[in-house]
């Protein structure tokens, strides 16, 4: 296990971030979309992630290196086509239900987006049609 996260899912992790384990793993799913957007991946993007990852209630019976990857393939799919794109956002949005999941999710998205720099075409049109479909502001 990673360094990150045994702190993570130590003895002492409180792990109360507010989340049901599928907003969680839907907020990451869409960073990686986010990261993967602009076919340019900044350490400054890894690291927004890596933050994350940190303060999350993770279920320690599915550890986020194993979730990772899937989210990874995901995130790629989605990019591949228009339709793969809009069911990605949909997927999403079906398990992003609490106010603070939504809050979270796009605070994420738009600080990803920036973190390069840059802001990519490709990363604001998806976190617009994002916030559309999870009904956020």
Known sequence: ?????????SAGFSGSD???QPEREAIVDALHYCMYAD???ALAETKVINDWQETLAWNPQLPFSTYE???IAAARQALESAENRDAFINNIAL???SKTAKETLMRLCRKMADADGKRS????SFIEALRRAVGAA
Do not use: D, H, V, Y
């Open 121 to 124: 075409e490709q990363e604001w």
């Open 18 to 20: 507010g989340l049901a």
């Open 39 to 41: 076919r340019s991946i």
């Open 1 to 9: 296990m990673s360094s990150i996260l045994q702190r993570l899912f």
């Open 95 to 97: 398990r992003t239900k």
């Open 69 to 71: 990857p899937r989210s």
